[in-house]
């Protein structure tokens, strides 16, 4: 069974710095895409950047990259500029299938606080 | 275009009461996924429909079960409340074909048992 792992409980960064959420994963498929989404207090889940395993450039959306590692299953989220707006949860998602579903196996989460 | 809309916002119930929960899916999307999230923990595959059918299912027993209906809208019900079952439930609905299938989420249905 796919797991997904994210070791920071919480992060903060200063306004304007950057900072790096880290996520692991586990899987023994060879295809598979991974996400980041953010959750404000508002509750809606967004979706952030998206990464497909077969592509060895990482995504970068705006002010947001990833650094992908396949080898290592690592998945780490990076926030460019950091902005009081982009405060929220932040969920790594891998997407298997099971019985023909198309899942999502979210993370535990990573709170991130900006500091002004 | 409208986004995913799910009903109603909050919802209190007792023990060992049954409730249904509803979510109307993005225009243009034919499949539905249902997520329990409990709080301080990522969300939880429940199930997905996909033309009206179950198209897969995570570690949930059968009192939980769903429809989707002819328009692609679902319903997820919940039978035999617990007090474990409080949790804020998750709509998303994806687009048909497409390479990502990208879910795209509602904004939840924060359900407390008592």
């Known amino acids: 069974a796919q797991t997904v792992t994210q070791s920071q409980p919480e992060m903060s960064v200063q306004e304007a710095e950057t900072v790096t959420l880290s996520c692991t994963y586990d899987t023994s498929e060879s295809d598979y895409y991974l996400f980041w989404y953010k959750q404000p207090p508002s509750r809606q889940m967004i979706l952030v950047i998206r990464?497909?395993?077969?592509?060895?450039q990482n995504a970068t959306e705006n002010r947001f990259s990833v650094n992908f590692q396949k080898a290592a299953k690592s998945f780490s989220l990076k926030i460019s500029d950091s902005q009081l707006g982009d405060a929220a949860m932040y969920f790594c998602a891998y997407r298997g299938t099971i019985q023909g579903a198309q899942k999502l196996v979210f993370g535990q989460g990573t709170r991130l606080t900006i500091n002004p | 275009e409208t986004g995913v809309t799910q009903s109603p916002t909050h919802l209190i119930k007792t023990r060992g009461q049954q409730v249904t929960l509803r979510c109307s899916s993005q225009s243009g999307h034919n499949t539905v996924s249902w997520y329990q999230q409990a709080l301080g923990q990522g969300p939880q595959f429940i199930f997905q429909?996909?033309?009206?059918?179950?198209?897969g299912r995570g570690n949930f027993p059968p009192r939980f079960s769903g429809l989707q209906f002819p328009n692609y809208s679902s319903e997820l019900n919940v039978n035999a409340l617990e007090l474990d079952d409080s949790a804020l439930y998750l709509c998303?609905?994806?687009?048909?074909?497409?390479?990502?299938?990208?879910?795209?989420f509602g904004p939840g249905t924060r359900l407390t048992v008592l």
């Open positions: 990464q497909e395993a077969y592509k060895q």
């Open positions: 998303a609905s994806s687009p048909a074909g497409g390479r990502y299938n990208e879910q795209f």
């Open positions: 429909y996909y033309r009206e059918e179950e198209n």
